[in-house]
């Protein structure tokens, strides 16, 4: 089964900065593409973008120029760049392969204005 691990939300004020950490197993994280998403409150969840094994980014054109993706094959970690947050990115983020599986916790972000 997949495990995955999001880690690094909190609360920050408007215009702030916080980096978000997806851990996984090497076997899984060494053979897919990893991916970002988010659930806004009382919507569905939303890709946010993805990152392929090589390091080639696709960011959605809601957060492009401010959300950047990045990897770590050393520690098969995924990282979520956020900058310049406003309010209404609010939401709970995940991250999974691409294809998807099972789905971890999620790590919420509050941006306060």
């Known amino acids: 089964q997949v495990q995955l691990v999001e880690s690094g939300g909190g609360l920050v004020q408007a215009g702030g900065s916080l980096r978000l950490s997806c851990t996984t197993s090497e076997s899984i994280f060494s053979s897919n593409d990893m991916g970002w998403y988010r659930q806004l409150p009382g919507k569905q969840r939303a890709f946010v973008g993805r990152i392929s094994r090589s390091g080639f980014t696709v960011i959605d054109s809601l957060v492009k120029g401010r959300f950047t993706i990045s990897r770590d094959n050393a520690k098969n970690t995924v990282y979520l760049h956020m900058n310049s947050l406003r309010v209404e990115d609010t939401a709970v983020y995940f991250c999974?392969?691409?294809?998807?599986?099972?789905w971890g916790q999620g790590t919420l972000v509050t941006v306060s204005s």
């Open positions: 999974n392969t691409i294809p998807n599986h099972t």
